[in-house]
């Protein structure tokens, strides 16, 4: 089950510099920032009510978001939705004929499970399937 959207994730290529936008010109409540060895990015969070805005910076040549930045730009990444059962929503999704670009959860920002379906199948939209792993 869908429960909401956890956050936004917008690529950018200069982390600093985007977090003083987003903190002194938007005036958003700054989480802090987290380094995700699996993903090979340094994320910036801030709050927007229950929402999260995730700004994410690659830290390797490698990484995904270095990808999307060469080809794209900067600007929206993927929106997260909140799941309560990663793995039930994958085997959904695969039966519903959804590409996965994820077939087994793997671990993100927060320790989260989460999986990515291609953006295929959604207009060009990356969803994240996220469950929220408690401490
Ligand atoms: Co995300």
Known sequence: MIKKIDHIAIAVRDLDEEIKKYRDILGLDFLGTEVVEDQKVKAAFFCVGDVKIELTAPTADDSTIAKFLSKRGSGIHHIAFEVDDVESKISDFIKKDVRMIDREPKTGAEG???????????????????????P
């Open 112 to 134: 989260a499970r989460i999986a990515f379906a291609h953006p295929k199948n959604f207009s060009g939209v990356l969803f994240e399937l996220k469950e929220i792993t408690k």
